[in-house]
């Protein structure tokens, strides 16, 4: 499908170029986390800073490899860039795509080759930036002398997305943005885009109002169903969290595709070791809670069911006692959606008598 080039209005353009990639090309979704496929970010990014209508198909992605390369020819350190962008790229999460042959701006009749970043990384565990930047090289500049001394910043371009495909799901939220030289101007970073826009589903909790003693089981159900045409395997991870405002005394964190429950750092935001099934004789424990994987499960009507439910069989020890908690869910899925923490209800914890 060809992007329109009638330039009725800038908005029109971006539009255009994201509904023909996504109904043109589906099976991206199943590629990356983010539900925009980089060529489409790379065209918004395109119209955004540089004005340029990016023809569908005429780019390519290209290896962390190339984009070194790609680097080096243009002069730009990697320190120049912004320092998640860095992280991204040592730690293997960036996507990099190049389109040949861009006008340059500043010398009329000249082109060009500009290349898109876009972080992959795990939005609900890894606080993911999730964000786009585009890199030109320094000739599209002009002559600045900061050029010359290596001096640059972000230039922010908004956020892009938040748009329905055509199997019904909600495509995330990218933030764009590109590098300028600062000219001696005090740099900002560009605001993050920490989580999407759009919902991997909706969740519900066995009580709201869950009330247990010292060391009784607690048996608790989370579910969590997910909107069409999904269903619950294509969620990648859903989180149980038990807190008040001074402690949270249980983190569980269910990982779809190993079926295993975990422990999370508080401190971290990651699991503190490999997980384990439900059903294993193993128990999760903190100084305050207790999960019996021995009694957990969990359930669903089939593989295609939109529903997944978590029974989890729980405890409490005498530390946790006399408090009111929240119970607190999350998730994300493979599609790059992600819910932070919300409360789904409270939890009060009665002392031994």
């Given at each position: 499908?060809?992007?329109?080039?009638?330039?009725?209005?800038?908005?029109?353009?971006?539009?255009?170029?994201?509904?023909?990639?996504?109904?043109?090309?589906?099976?991206?979704?199943?590629?990356?986390?983010?539900?925009?496929?980089?060529?489409?970010?790379?065209?918004?990014?395109?119209?955004?800073?540089?004005?340029?209508?990016?023809?569908?198909?005429?780019?390519?992605?290209?290896?962390?490899?190339?984009?070194?390369?790609?680097?080096?020819?243009?002069?730009?350190?990697?320190?120049?860039?912004?320092?998640?962008?860095?992280?991204?790229?040592?730690?293997?999460?960036?996507?990099?795509?190049?389109?040949?042959?861009?006008?340059?701006?500043?010398?009329?009749?000249?082109?060009?080759?500009?290349?898109?970043?876009?972080?992959?990384?795990?939005?609900?565990?890894?606080?993911?930036?999730?964000?786009?930047?585009?890199?030109?090289?320094?000739?599209?500049?002009?002559?600045?002398?900061?050029?010359?001394?290596?001096?640059?910043?972000?230039?922010?371009?908004?956020?892009?997305?938040?748009?329905?495909?055509?199997?019904?799901?909600?495509?995330?939220?990218?933030?764009?943005?590109?590098?300028?030289?600062?000219?001696?101007?005090?740099?900002?970073?560009?605001?993050?885009?920490?989580?999407?826009?759009?919902?991997?589903?909706?969740?519900?909790?066995?009580?709201?109002?869950?009330?247990?003693?010292?060391?009784?089981?607690?048996?608790?159900?989370?579910?969590?169903?997910?909107?069409?045409?999904?269903?619950?395997?294509?969620?990648?991870?859903?989180?149980?969290?038990?807190?008040?405002?001074?402690?949270?005394?249980?983190?569980?964190?269910?990982?779809?595709?190993?079926?295993?429950?975990?422990?999370?750092?508080?401190?971290?935001?990651?699991?503190?070791?490999?997980?384990?099934?439900?059903?294993?004789?193993?128990?999760?424990?903190?100084?305050?809670?207790?999960?019996?994987?021995?009694?957990?499960?969990?359930?669903?009507?089939?593989?295609?069911?939109?529903?997944?439910?978590?029974?989890?069989?729980l405890s409490f020890?005498?530390?946790?006692?006399?408090?009111?908690?929240?119970?607190?869910?999350?998730?994300?899925d493979e599609f790059?959606?992600?819910?932070?923490?919300?409360?789904?209800?409270?939890?009060?914890?009665?002392?031994?008598?």
């Open positions: 499908m060809k992007t329109p080039r009638n330039k009725l209005s800038h908005i029109l353009v971006n539009l255009a170029l994201l509904l023909g990639l996504l109904w043109s090309a589906p099976q991206a979704k199943a590629q990356t986390r983010d539900g925009l496929p980089i060529e489409t970010v790379a065209a918004i990014s395109l119209q955004t800073f540089l004005k340029f209508d990016y023809k569908i198909g005429s780019g390519r992605s290209i290896s962390v490899n190339d984009l070194k390369t790609y680097l080096a020819k243009i002069n730009l350190s990697l320190s120049s860039l912004p320092e998640d962008i860095v992280d991204g790229i040592k730690t293997g999460t960036i996507e990099a795509f190049m389109v040949r042959g861009v006008p340059n701006p500043s010398l009329p009749g000249t082109f060009g080759d500009v290349v898109q970043l876009r972080d992959r990384c795990n939005l609900l565990l890894k606080g993911c930036t999730h964000r786009g930047l585009l890199i030109q090289p320094p000739t599209f500049f002009g002559n600045s002398e900061s050029i010359k001394q290596g001096c640059w910043c972000e230039r922010c371009g908004g956020c892009q997305g938040g748009f329905i495909d055509r199997d019904g799901a909600c495509q995330p939220i990218t933030c764009i943005c590109t590098m300028i030289p600062c000219d001696g101007a005090l740099c900002k970073g560009c605001a993050r885009c920490a989580f999407s826009s759009c919902s991997p589903g909706t969740f519900a909790v066995s009580s709201t109002e869950a009330t247990v003693g010292v060391h009784d089981r607690l048996a608790y159900s989370l579910s969590w169903t997910v909107p069409d045409p999904r269903n619950w395997h294509d969620l990648e991870f859903l989180s149980l969290r038990i807190r008040d405002t001074d402690n949270t005394i249980l983190w569980v964190l269910f990982e779809e595709a190993s079926g295993t429950f975990s422990l999370v750092d508080t401190a971290t935001g990651h699991p503190v070791e490999a997980g384990f099934p439900a059903g294993s004789p193993n128990r999760l424990q903190t100084p305050h809670a207790t999960l019996y994987l021995a009694e957990t499960s969990v359930l669903a009507s089939g593989p295609t069911s939109p529903t997944v439910i978590l029974n989890l069989s020890k005498p530390s946790a006692a006399a408090r009111i908690y929240s119970v607190e869910v999350a998730a994300s790059g959606d992600a819910v932070d923490f919300t409360q789904a209800g409270t939890l009060t914890i009665t002392p031994l008598k």
